[in-house]
Structure formats: C-alpha cells, structure tokens
Nanobody
Framework: QVQLVESGGGLVQAGGSLRLSCAAS????????MGWYRQGPGKERELVAR???????IYAEYVKGRFTISTDDAKNTMYLQMKNLKPEDTAVYYC?????????WGQGTLVTVSL
C-alpha cells in the first residue's frame, strides 16, 4: 500500500506559477511509473505528464513547455512546476504512481487560475 499526499494548490492569476508536491510513503525504487493528472470542472480526468522509471517523460500538448515534472528521491517526493498558467489549467490535480501492477492516487489539490 502506497499513500500519496499532494500539496501546493491554490489561487493564482493567469501568467503566474505554482509548484505542486506529491509525497509518497514508498521509496521511488519500487515505483514503475509516476505522473500527474487533472480534472477540470465538468471534464473527465486527463493526463498532464507521465514519467516511467528509466524512460522519457511525456507531457500533454496543452502543458508542454509550461509544466515540468521533477523528483527528490531522498524525500520520496515528486513535483509539478507549473508556469505561465492559464484559466483553462483550473482543475483538481492528482498525482499517480504505479507499483508493480497497482496504481495509487493522491487526494487531489485544487488549482484555480483567474484572469
């Protein structure tokens, strides 16, 4: 069982930046894939970025060049740096990690981007 705890969401003006954090209860050595998803108002959950262990990070087209995944392995924490935020980025952001064949989700953190 892996617990994921997200933080860092909030209200920001368009063009601003935020950094989300996702702290995991398991060492990153056991994690096959980690990533971020989001669910906007009235929308389905969608991929933001996905980083397989030892593989190339994939970013959704709508965030490419603005969002960046990074990790601090010593802290078992994954980050999502978001720059040049747009109102359409408003959503609940979820971190996701896959260990073996099982996926785990955080509770979500709300990001609201105002005009």
């Amino acid at each position: 069982q892996v617990q994921l705890v997200e933080s860092g969401g909030g209200l920001v003006q368009a063009g601003g930046s935020l950094r989300l954090s996702c702290a995991a209860s398991a060492t990153f050595l056991s994690i096959n894939v980690m990533g971020w998803y989001r669910q906007g108002p009235g929308k389905e959950r969608e991929l933001v970025a996905r980083m397989p262990s030892g593989g190339r990070t994939i970013y959704a087209e709508y965030v490419k060049g603005r969002f960046t995944i990074s990790t601090d392995d010593a802290k078992n924490t994954m980050y999502l740096q978001m720059k040049n935020l747009k109102p359409e980025d408003t959503a609940v952001y979820y971190c996701n990690m896959i260990v073996g064949m099982r996926g785990y989700w955080g509770q979500g953190t709300l990001v609201t981007v105002s005009l």
